[in-house]
């Protein structure tokens, strides 16, 4: 059973629940029970329910008069909406990144993604959701703008494009990071620009092209 501890328990609660979101441990439309909740995180209802709201307000949740709160589920065309968003303010981000570079952060986002890409497959896949998510966090927050950090941070977006069940090779993407860290490295404001478009473009791509499978599938059945 995962518990959790009493310091900071709203926010631990939160974290497990979004975590749990992501990995799909919790699937879409699913109604999230508040007692077997609370049981199986070894908390009260009251920091459940403070999670809940905050995961309602980033569209991880949504509640429904009288019957409670669901896992939200996410359209396609939602979806690209989404990475649409993406494209335009994380393209800022790592600009602003490259010009503002931290080195310790940098130093510890490499170093990361080195460890990620050792990993096997199966252990790399488990972990790569909440790897993804603090990759392009702390990309954004080494922009020093912090109305960038909290439009993204705000609506999870990252979170949410990571949640469809429709990954990549995460291997792949993990190459594509180590391109923009060493852009940022580089303080190449254009370089890091170009290439967190090129990065999240590949994924929006990807969706695009499933949308027109499915729409294809429908003309012909």
């Known amino acids: 059973m995962y518990r959790v501890d009493n310091e900071d ?45 905050k995961l309602e307000r980033e569209m991880l949740v949504k509640s429904v008069p009288r019957r409670g709160y669901f896992v939200r589920s996410i359209t396609l065309k939602e979806l690209l909406d989404i990475y649409e968003i993406r494209l335009r303010l994380e393209t800022l981000g790592a600009s602003e990144a490259a010009r503002k570079c931290d080195n310790s952060v940098l130093e510890a986002l490499m170093e990361k993604t080195d460890h990620m890409i050792s990993l096997d497959a199966e252990m790399l896949k488990a972990k790569f959701p909440e790897y993804d998510y603090e990759f392009h966090t702390l990309i954004m927050k080494m922009s020093g703008n912090e109305f960038l950090v909290s439009m993204v941070g705000s609506f999870n977006l990252v979170t949410l494009g990571n949640i469809t069940g429709m990954y990549r090779d995460p291997r792949g993407s993990l190459f594509e990071h180590k391109s923009i860290l060493g852009a940022v490295s580089s303080r190449d404001c254009e370089l890091a620009e170009s290439a967190m478009y090129s990065h999240i473009s590949v994924a929006k791509s990807r969706i695009e092209q499933y949308s027109k499978d499915r729409l294809h599938e429908a003309e012909e059945r």
């Open 9 to 53: 328990l709203n926010e631990q609660v939160y974290r497990r629940l979004r975590e749990m979101i992501v990995h799909r441990e919790l699937q879409p439309d699913q109604k999230l029970l508040q007692e077997e909740l609370a049981t199986q995180l070894g908390v009260s209802r009251t920091p459940l329910l403070s999670a809940f709201a």
